[in-house]
Nanobody
Framework: QVQLEESGGGSVQSGGSLTLSCKFS????????ISWFRQDTGREREAIAS????????YYADSVKGRFTISRDNAKNMVVLQMTNLKPDDTAMYYC???????????????????WGQGTQVTVSS
């Protein structure tokens, strides 16, 4: 059974940093889009970063560009999201998702992804 386990969430002050990890079990991330989404109470789910593990090409939402960095370690079957200069608006539950390249749709479309983690909470205080 495919499992995605997110970790690294927590509470930080504005301007702080966190690193989220997404570890995959019973699943190879090779040839997949691995993305991070976030959702806060009362807000729509937002795709914020993605990486295509085949080429390493990355994609970012404008809201996090320049502050967040996504990377992958194919050997460890893991994707990492480094978050810097965090703002209160970054407060949300963060989810890791995986979908094969063959799935239709752009990286920011939730429908592209077959597998989702349970989420890890990030809280940024002002």
């Amino acid at each position: 059974q495919v499992q995605l386990e997110e970790s690294g969430g927590g509470s930080v002050q504005s301007g702080g940093s966190l690193t989220l990890s997404c570890k995959f079990s019973e699943f190879s991330i090779a040839g997949h889009y691995i993305s991070w989404f976030r959702q806060d109470t009362g807000r729509e789910r937002e795709a914020i970063a993605s990486i295509y593990t085949g080429s390493g090409t990355t994609y970012y939402a404008d809201s996090v560009k320049g502050r967040f960095t996504i990377s992958r370690d194919n050997a460890k079957n893991m994707v990492v999201l480094q978050m810097t200069n965090l703002k209160p608006d970054d407060t949300a539950m963060y989810y890791c998702a995986a979908g094969p390249r063959s799935n239709p749709g752009a990286w920011y479309k939730a429908s592209k992804y077959n597998y989702w983690g349970q989420g890890t909470q990030v809280t940024v205080s002002s």
